[in-house]
């Protein structure tokens, strides 16, 4: 169930970091890779990525399952890119002329780079967030939140959501069982029939969800939540000096790709 | 003093639950409240505890106050700072994902300062006798502990009075003597505490005064003469084939081992009771036995057959599992519907089945409630429904998950009687139960499991006698004559 949350609760450089510095670096980093549709960047970013999982004691061997999606689905991108973009040089067909037929659908070193471009960047976004989510205490994000502004009425409800996803995963799981043992199957017959089998799935998960939420508000009810506009922390987290380092570095790095958009970075400076 | 003074209460102009009910309590005192299913216990705990009307709709009457404050006047949180409730069901009530984080909710809220939570928090888990889940993660918790996380969640805030719904019904013997020690130290350090419970010989130890609700009134309560066993008819057929073996068998939840290579017969006629500790595997075999899982390791055989070879439909006629939670085994939109649903899945004749229907609706007490939403009803009422509804079709092997559970003296009989009229038709039952009584009174066998492995497996008063012999006292049925 952990690795349903995600949150891998190990000690590690990047576990340290303050919540809003993971969100800062997560935010930067993706808007410069979004904007800035450079290859070499992306491979760049991508390696330092990779390292910071390891640096992070996150093995992504460990995601095997989540991971070779990840990857069939990015080599997809790319071919789908190829295939869509005819512009630019082209290197081959993949279909040759054979007499009358053809030559169809051109390879072109346009649309390699713009495959490989777009590869890196789902990449890039997918690990990032998975890294943020792996190493980032969900609880002390959420009180981190409040130090920017937002009620911990609202912020507290991520934790909550957090708290109660692995439940409704055993609750779909007990239902199904409940179904079986009453010799209720998923039927395929008729619109009425499938119906029958949404319904029977929905109601008692709907039921039981309604009374987790009553008993869930009762209780945080009678332990004062809401009591004042404020409220005490036992665990916050805390900014150092490197939270300071790393949030002007990807600033920075920001800073920078928005110059190398406009042009105007010195040539020798860009990768 | 905590007061209630005439209290009626009904939730949004439907039949009233509490009708003008007075009782107190003082500081120091632990009153044990009981009452049949249905007569408003828990709806007069939420009163006592301001969350109704406060947070809860309906019309209320009458006069509640703490130390003479009118609760009606105060906000639900200054009320939440002096009256503490622990609901029954623990696992919605927990909100956070560590254990620290929700010791520590409380006084968060309250705006304890941050240098005194830390020591808060430990006393709490201390007190409850559990500083070791400190780290823990709340999810990970088993039924037990997160009753236990729940009471010191509360205790963290220091309230006046604390109010538990059934706080021992779904843990073990040794989870129920630890409550038991838990809150008499709670009670000697001045706190006052209201305890529903229908097994009120669980905590009547420490109790000041038992009160009986009966939703109109509330009475000193003596307790009535045991209800005896129906007869046992203890014709176990050993020279057939059990009805359902498993050979060997084990099975795992991701890393943890639930069940370490177990082999049990159970003949027809038979009647098995399944103790253990909370989360050493007692409902995972259920289901197993049941065919709902399948093993990782050995195999299960129902009359003779491996059941992973049989047809499903053939296995769900044959079986009928209760799970423990009633929510999420009713389908239906009307309690006759819920209690005829097998008869079109199992294509079953008609006129017998309804005939069954109709004398099981009604052995439940529930005849009355035919055309309801099933959903509606109470509890132990929804229990007693997922049973009558499964006998319809006549299952062989009744597999049943703490039966009792919610369960006042007429639905303990109503489960008794099913599970003998199955018995009788040549079928068998196991039940998983904390309640030593039935074991000893109502069981040819008793099987004790410790961490997915069988440990004693025999005649109810042996097993019994050794398991005093191991240090699990706790265990024995001390009430009835075995």
């Known amino acids: ?271 | 003093m905590l007061e209630a003074r005439d209290v009626s209460f009904s939730y949004g102009g439907e039949s009233t639950v509490l009708d003008s009910v007075s009782m107190t309590l003082e500081r120091g005192e632990l009153v044990l409240l009981t009452g049949p299913t249905g007569s408003g216990k828990s709806t007069l705990a939420k009163c006592l505890a301001g969350l109704i009307p406060h947070v809860i709709d309906g019309t209320l009457s009458g006069h509640l106050a703490v130390e003479d404050n009118d609760l009606d006047s105060m906000r639900i949180s200054e009320i939440a700072r002096r009256i503490a409730l622990v609901q029954q069901d623990s696992e919605g009530q927990l909100c956070t994902l560590r254990v620290s984080d929700e010791v520590a909710f409380g006084p968060e809220n309250f705006l304890i300062p941050e240098n005194e939570l830390a020591q808060k928090v430990t006393r709490s888990l201390e007190e409850v006798e559990r500083p070791d889940l400190l780290d823990r993660a709340t999810y990970q918790l088993s039924g037990g502990e997160k009753q236990r996380v729940a009471i010191a969640s509360m205790l963290a805030f220091r309230p006046d009075y604390l109010i538990l719904d059934e706080p021992t019904s779904s843990l073990d013997p040794a989870g129920t003597r630890r409550i038991r020690h838990v809150l008499s130290n709670l009670k000697s350090q001045g706190m006052g505490i209201i305890c529903i419970e229908h097994r009120f010989e669980r905590l009547q130890s420490i109790a000041d005064r038992i009160l009986h609700l009966t939703g109109d009134d509330i009475v000193p309560f003596s307790p009535p003469p045991e209800v005896g066993p129906l007869a046992i008819t203890s014709s176990v057929e050993q020279d057939s084939d059990p009805l359902v073996r498993a050979e060997s068998i084990a099975y795992s939840y991701g890393s943890r081992q639930a069940i370490q290579d177990i082999t049990i017969e159970v003949d027809r006629r038979e009647v098995v009771a399944i103790m253990g500790d909370n989360g050493s595997g007692k409902t995972t075999l259920l289901l197993l036995l049941a065919g709902l899982l399948s093993p990782h390791r050995g195999l299960v055989y129902l009359d003779s057959e491996a059941i992973e070879s049989l047809p499903k439909t053939v296995v769900a006629r044959k079986t009928a599992v209760v799970f423990q939670n009633p929510n999420h085994q009713i389908f239906e939109t009307t309690v006759w519907r819920e209690q005829t649903l097998g008869i079109d899945i199992f294509e079953l004749q008609e006129e017998e089945a309804l005939g069954r229907a109709n004398k099981f609706l009604d052995l439940a007490g529930l005849a009355d409630t035919r055309t309801r939403n099933p959903f509606s009803l109470s509890h132990g009422q929804k229990r007693r429904l997922n049973i009558s509804s499964i006998m319809v079709h006549e299952p062989e092997l009744l597999l049943l998950d703490e039966p009792f559970i919610g369960q006042d003296v007429e639905g303990r009989k109503f489960v008794q009687s099913v599970i003998h009229s199955t018995v009788s038709r040549g079928g068998s039952a196991v039940v998983v139960t904390h309640d030593s009584q039935f074991a000893a009174q109502f069981c040819d066998r008793l099987v004790f499991i410790d961490n997915g492995r069988i440990l004693l497996d025999g005649m109810p008063a042996d097993v019994m006698k050794q398991l005093g012999k191991l240090g699990r006292s706790e265990y024995v049925n001390r009430l009835g004559d075995v």
């Open chain 1, 1 to 271: 169930m952990a690795s349903r949350i995600g949150f891998m609760d190990v000690k590690s450089p990047v576990h340290q970091l303050h919540p809003l510095t993971k969100l800062w670096m997560l935010l930067t980093l993706n808007t410069s890779i979004i904007l800035y549709q450079n290859g070499a960047f992306g491979l760049l970013v991508l390696s330092v990525l990779v390292l910071t999982f390891r640096l992070a004691k996150v093995s992504l061997a460990r995601l095997t399952r989540k991971m070779r999606f990840i990857l069939v689905f990015s080599i997809l991108l790319f071919i789908v890119q190829v295939l869509v973009t005819t512009n630019g040089t082209v290197f081959l067909y993949l279909i040759p002329r054979i007499g009358q037929v053809g030559p169809a659908l051109p390879v072109t070193d346009y649309g390699i780079s713009r495959g490989v471009s777009i590869m890196l960047r789902f990449l890039v976004i997918v690990l990032s967030s998975m890294l943020f989510v792996a190493t980032t205490d969900p609880t002390l994000l959420s009180y981190a939140l409040t130090d920017i502004g937002i009620p911990y009425r609202y912020a507290f409800g991520l934790v909550v959501a957090l708290r109660f996803l692995p439940l409704f995963d055993q609750e779909n799981e007990t239902v199904r069982m409940a179904q079986h043992s009453r010799g209720i199957y998923p039927e395929v017959g008729g619109l009425h029939k499938i119906l029958r089998t949404i319904r029977y799935t929905f109601f008692p998960l709907l039921v039981s969800a309604l009374m987790k939420a009553e008993s869930l508000s009762l209780s945080m009810d009678g332990r004062g939540f809401g009591y004042q506009d404020t409220r005490t922390y036992l665990r916050r987290p805390t900014w150092r000096h490197r939270d300071t380092a790393v949030c002007f570095l990807m600033t920075m790095i920001l800073a920078g790709v928005i110059l190398a958009i406009l042009g105007l970075l010195p040539q020798f400076l860009s990768v």
